[in-house]
């Protein structure tokens, strides 16, 4: 088997990738810059570029596909044709498909959502055996500065998630330890699998860094997003927590049977912060 990793200089991708180069798998890593994990080859391609990305799947078995922060239909649609054509012309065994957010039951006219929610359309309809995973949000994003900062100077969880939103949180290692199952188990071709551990709260949530929680207004979250990360991404973005605060107050909540699915445990917000230095609580 060999596996190709999307987005493997990335936060998502890179993880994936280290776990499967870690069992012992050849994985080739793709990014722009050519960044990837250690024991991982690199590989150079933009996902606009079809003959690179081809290219990309020479040898390969298996790929794991994470989109990144990109929310132009247009640009998001060419993206996904060619993984898809590659994919198919490679004869690849099984495609694992990390929309990067859960999927709402209905369209919403948000870029961020239905562009992955045709994603995972393509894929699934295409001749390539697929298995689509749809995480909710991860905890890393607890590890950003902004939040950071507020747990240490004054014991306080500031997040954009309204306070009584209830979010199945995911790390970025139980998303790989789920890759890999999605990958490699039998019986998955064609699954659309929720992933997440039991829902919290966010004064639950705030509780397990020994702080309170506060919810941040979407406008600010934006605003500072958007100097960090530049106005279009910081606008996709923003543009799905502002959807879970008007009217998505389930999307993370919703029963998800994919840990079972997929055989994994998911680790709690609590046992993820006892195990981060950097939290006091
Ligand atoms: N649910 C959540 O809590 C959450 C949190 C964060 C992100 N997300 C979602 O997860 C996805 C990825 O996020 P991430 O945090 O892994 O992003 P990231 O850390 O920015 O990584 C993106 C990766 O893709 C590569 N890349 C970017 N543009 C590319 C292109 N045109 N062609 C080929 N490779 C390209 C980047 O490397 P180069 O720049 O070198 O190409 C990098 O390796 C996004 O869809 C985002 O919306 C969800």
Not at 74 to 92: M, P, Q, S, T
Not at 194 to 221: C, I, K, Q, S
Request: charge should be negative; charged fraction near 20%.
């Amino acid at each position: 088997m060999r596996f190709l990793v999307f987005g493997a200089g990335g936060a998502q991708g890179g993880v994936v990738a280290r776990r499967l180069a870690d069992e012992g798998y050849a994985v080739r890593g793709l990014s722009r810059a050519g960044a990837a994990p250690e024991g991982v080859e690199p590989f150079r391609a933009d996902l606009g570029d079809a003959a690179r990305v081809a290219e990309a799947f020479t040898g390969v078995t298996h790929a794991s596909v994470v989109l990144p922060l990109e929310f132009e239909p247009g640009r998001v649609a060419a993206y996904v044709r060619h993984v898809v054509d590659a994919a198919k012309a490679a004869g690849v065994r099984r495609l694992v498909f990390c929309t990067g957010n859960r999927l709402p039951v209905d369209e919403t006219g948000v870029a961020a959502f239905e562009t992955r929610r045709a994603a995972a359309r393509a894929m699934l309809e295409s001749p390539v055996p697929s298995v689509v995973l749809c995480p909710p949000l991860y905890l890393e994003n607890l590890a950003a500065p902004w939040v950071r900062d507020g747990l240490a100077a004054e014991g306080v969880l500031r997040y954009p998630v309204p306070a009584g939103v209830p979010v199945a949180w995911l790390s970025h290692a139980d998303l790989a330890a789920a890759t890999l199952a999605a990958l490699t188990r039998d019986g998955l071709e064609g699954a659309t699998l929720d992933l997440g551990g039991e829902p919290v709260t966010g004064p639950e949530l705030a509780a397990a860094f020994g702080a309170r929680y506060e919810g941040v207004d979407v406008d600010a979250f934006e605003a500072g997003l958007a100097a960090a990360a530049g106005a279009r991404t910081a606008a996709g973005v923003a543009s799905t927590y502002r959807w879970v605060a008007d009217r998505g107050h389930d999307l993370y909540a919703a029963p998800s049977g994919g840990a079972e699915r997929l055989g994994i445990t998911v680790t709690s917000p609590a046992a993820w912060a006892a195990a981060r230095p950097w939290v006091t609580a």
